[in-house]
Structure formats: structure tokens, C-alpha cells
Nanobody
Framework: QVRLVESGGGLVQAGGSLRLSCAAS????????MGWYRQAPGKQRELVAV???????TIADSVKGRFTISRDYAKKAVDLQMNSLKPEDTAVYYC??????????WGQGTQVTVSS
């Protein structure tokens, strides 16, 4: 099992910044990918950014150039730096990790609200 604890959500004005953090514990040696997804009201959960075991990143087009994902291998953590936030970035953001056994674990979610 892998447990994930997220932090850093909140309310910010458009154009502002937030940093989300996610720390993993438990069977962390099996972790391959770490990333962030989001789900806005009435919409499906979507990928925001993922960083693979050896550092390759995948970033959604909607946030490219504004969001940066980073990974601290020693702390078994993944951060999402969000700049130039827009109201359409408002969503619950979920941390996700995938193991070498193709298991997927989710955090509890953290609310990000961007006011116009």
C-alpha cells in the first residue's frame, strides 16, 4: 500500500500562484509515476501533469507554460507549481502514483479555487 498526503490548495485570485505538495509513504520503493489530476464540478477527472520514475514529464496542453511538476526522490514527494492561475483551473486536485505493479493510488484531493 501507498498512502498519499496532499497540501497546498486554497483560494487565489486570477493571475496568482499556488504550490501543491504530495508526500508518499508506505511501499514507496514500488512507485514509478507520480502526478496530479484534477476534477472540476460536472467534469471528468483529467491529467494535469505526471513525472515518471526517471524524470520524463507529461503536461496537459491547458497548463503548459504555467504549471511545473517536480519530484523529490529522497522525500518521495511530488510538487505542482501553478502560476498564472485562471478561473478555469478551479477544481479538486488529486495526487496519483502508479507502482511497478500497475497499482494506482490516489490522495484525498485538495481544492483549488481561482477567483476572477
Amino acid at each position: 500500500q501507498v498512502r498519499l498526503v496532499e497540501s497546498g490548495g486554497g483560494l487565489v485570485q486570477a493571475g496568482g500562484s499556488l504550490r501543491l505538495s504530495c508526500a508518499a509513504s508506505g511501499r514507496t520503493l514500488s512507485i514509478n509515476d507520480m502526478g496530479w489530476y484534477r476534477q472540476a464540478p460536472g467534469k471528468q477527472r483529467e491529467l494535469v501533469a505526471v513525472i515518471a520514475r526517471y524524470g520524463d514529464t507529461t503536461i496537459a496542453d491547458s497548463v503548459k507554460g504555467r504549471f511545473t511538476i517536480s519530484r523529490d526522490y529522497a522525500k518521495k514527494a511530488v510538487d505542482l507549481q501553478m502560476n498564472s492561475l485562471k478561473p478555469e483551473d478551479t477544481a479538486v486536485y488529486y495526487c496519483n502514483v502508479r507502482s511497478s505493479l500497475s497499482e494506482s493510488y490516489w490522495g484525498q484531493g485538495t481544492q483549488v479555487t481561482v477567483s476572477s
